[in-house]
């Protein structure tokens, strides 16, 4: 399907990918105030650290928002929604990518502080919304469909350029790992959504050709969808929560992983009561291993090619909450990373 050979290259192909074996990686979104503090708990909390939004804070950093800003004739009002002036947009035009603006105050606060405690050259995940949210949130405010959609296309092309470069440029020896959130991907198979899948395919293959080579781009989705037509898009990395309707795409998942895919499993739900220890979700994560091994996944591939994540950002619980949901994705990820290094020691890797 089209783009499905575009899968951008991983990061340092001479090593070993610091993006694999269990690592436990943020979602992006956080809900502090302080974008010190923020920053201080997405390199603390997670074995990748993670760049933080921090919506709560403020309205334009939510994802939509964040997109929209400086694209001619669209607006943001206080509360974080897109005000479109159709008469105004350019198709053409892709606005600018203002990173001292409000609705980067958590991205710039993480790199200064990652730059002022030498987090340089350690590995470095961000987030950003992708070319299918973004053109349905702009469909929606008022654009027609064509229009949404190229304006979505042409400014994540720009704007994930800028940011990728800005990371770079603070943390020059860092690998990045930058994920496109998807929530949209949920229903492209519904009747009446706004764009085929093959265009779809084709916008998210685009926005993620905007990114170096060197960066392991993936897409992530926090609802169940048709993760054949996500994997056709060509990502790198593949971020879903680990629920046990992915068995019906196991063939889809082990031709990936057999093709060098990584999983961005998400083992933590990030809604409903929190519990105290890891136990269930590593339970429930290893029930669906076992049952995608037996219809035909490698177990060597699932364990190694493997990331473990929340299931969505944290921004919508308090502080602490949020600390409780990161240490109990990381009490998974150091099960997986046990059982990962004990097979390297057994293949003799």
């Not at 997670?46 to 928002?65: D, G, H, V, Y």
Request: hydrophobic share 40%; net charge negative.
């Amino acid at each position: 399907m089209s783009g499905a050979d575009n899968r951008p290259a991983t990061p340092r192909p001479d090593v070993p990918s610091p993006f694999a074996d269990g690592a436990a990686v943020g979602i992006g979104s956080l809900p502090h105030q302080d974008p010190q503090a923020a920053a201080e708990f997405a390199i603390s909390e997670f074995e990748i650290a993670t760049i933080p939004t921090l919506p709560a804070r403020s309205p334009a950093e939510t994802m939509i928002a964040q997109a929209a800003l400086g694209l001619p004739g669209i607006s943001v009002d206080q509360t974080g929604s897109i005000i479109v002036e159709p008469a105004r947009v350019n198709a053409g035009e892709s606005g600018r990518t203002d990173l001292s603006s409000d609705a980067f105050v958590g991205f710039k606060g993480f790199l200064d502080h990652a730059t002022e405690t030498g987090l340089d050259g350690s590995p470095v995940k961000w987030q950003y919304v992708g070319p299918v949210t973004l053109g349905v949130a702009l469909h929606r405010a008022g654009l027609d469909v064509s229009t949404a959609f190229d304006v979505a296309g042409a400014a994540l092309r720009t704007q994930l350029a800028d940011i990728s470069d800005a990371v770079s440029q603070a943390l020059p020896q860092s690998p990045q790992m930058v994920v496109l959130d998807e929530p949209w991907f949920a229903d492209l198979m519904t009747p009446g959504f706004p764009i085929p899948p093959d265009e779809a395919i084709d916008r998210m293959s685009s926005a993620m050709a905007a990114l170096p080579s060197t960066s392991l781009v993936g897409v992530h989705c926090c609802g169940p969808c048709d993760v054949a037509t996500l994997l056709a898009s060509g990502p790198s990395v593949v971020s879903l929560p680990a629920s046990p309707e992915l068995v019906e795409w196991s063939g889809y998942l082990s031709r990936y992983l057999a093709d060098g895919g990584t999983i961005a499993w998400g083992v933590v739900p990030t809604d409903g009561p929190i519990p105290v220890t890891s136990d269930r979700f590593w339970r429930s994560l290893s029930d669906l291993w076992c049952t995608l091994v037996q219809r035909g996944c490698d177990p060597v591939m699932l364990r190694r090619n493997s990331i473990v994540t929340p299931h969505c950002g944290l921004a919508m619980h308090s502080e602490s909450a949020a600390r409780q949901v990161a240490q109990l994705t990381a009490g998974v990820a150091k099960r997986v990373k046990d059982q990962s290094m004990a097979t390297r020691f057994a293949l003799g890797a």
